[in-house]
């Protein structure tokens, strides 16, 4: 995310001075993951409460079984959700949110906010432009 200081050879005071380009490469790292298509649905129903993984695809409409089924890998391997298994017969196989994934969901909710009323601005701009 480096700026090119000839685009802007006095650019404006914004707030933003202090983010270096690792910091700001650190930071899209975390959003590819979770940013994944279906990650963040899974992620929500896993905050929701879901374990099992019927209850997964039955709140993530659309995903197959091995696409949530590889997400839910990721997600383990990024410590964004806990696998345990549960030796009965048949073998229970639960999946819950970490800290970490439920910390990560709290500091998103300021991003969907944002994009809730960036879609209803740009809906009512649609309606009257």
């Given at each position: 995310?480096?700026i090119d200081?000839?685009?802007?050879p ?8 202090h ?11 975390y959003l ?13 129903a896993?905050a ?8 997964y695809r ?22 964004l ?20 994934g439920?910390?990560?969901?709290r500091?998103?909710q300021?991003l ?8 209803e601005?740009?809906?009512?701009a649609?309606?009257?432009?």
């Amino acid at each position: 995310m480096a700026i090119d200081s000839r685009l802007a050879p006095n650019p404006p005071e914004t707030g933003f001075e202090h983010i270096d380009d690792e910091k700001c490469r650190l930071f899209t790292g975390y959003l590819e993951i979770i940013g994944k298509k279906w990650s963040s649905g899974i992620m929500l129903a896993a905050a929701r409460g879901a374990t099992r993984f019927v209850e997964y695809r039955a709140a993530v409409r659309g995903i197959s079984d091995r696409l949530l089924n590889q997400r839910l890998k990721e997600l383990e391997a990024e410590g964004l959700i806990a696998r345990t298994v549960v030796p009965t017969t048949p073998v229970l196989v639960q999946y819950r949110p970490t800290e970490r994934g439920l910390s990560l969901m709290r500091a998103l909710q300021p991003l969907v906010a944002w994009g809730v009323e960036d879609h209803e601005r740009r809906q009512r701009a649609a309606r009257h432009g």
